[in-house]
């Protein structure tokens, strides 16, 4: 079992910056490939970001590539999404995702363990 807690989320102006951090715990964290995804109310759950085991490769949604970045600290069982120039559209639950599918980064159906969320709002 893998517990994942997100913090960093919050109420921010349009072109404004925020970090997220996904706290993972229960198991061994460079196993996994990690993810982060949104839900928006009334939309699916779509893929945002995902990096993999090691750093080295990471993929991004078209929607915020050259605005998002993920990274991760193995030792300190974390990932991170940094998120800059924020539109009104990217407002929703960013959920935070492990898998230990290294062949699709970011298939939702390969994600194994979630977190809850931190709502992010972006004010336009």
């Known amino acids: 079992q893998v517990q994942l807690v997100e913090s960093g989320g919050g109420l921010v102006q349009a072109g404004g910056s925020l970090r997220l951090s996904c706290a993972a715990s229960g198991d061994t964290f460079s196993r996994y490939v990690m993810d982060w995804f949104r839900q928006a109310p009334g939309k699916d759950r779509e893929f945002v970001a995902a990096?993999?085991?090691?750093?080295?490769?990471?993929d991004f949604a078209d929607s915020v590539k050259g605005r998002f970045t993920i990274s991760r600290d193995n030792a300190k069982n974390t990932v991170y999404l940094q998120m800059n120039n924020l539109k009104s559209e990217y407002t929703a639950v960013y959920l935070c995702?492990?898998?230990?599918?290294?062949?699709?980064?970011?298939?939702?159906?390969?994600?194994?363990?979630w977190g809850k969320g931190p709502v992010v709002t972006v004010s336009s």
């Open positions: 995702a492990a898998s230990l599918c290294v062949s699709s980064l970011r298939s939702i159906g390969a994600m194994v363990y």
């Open positions: 990096i993999d085991w090691s750093g080295d490769n990471t």
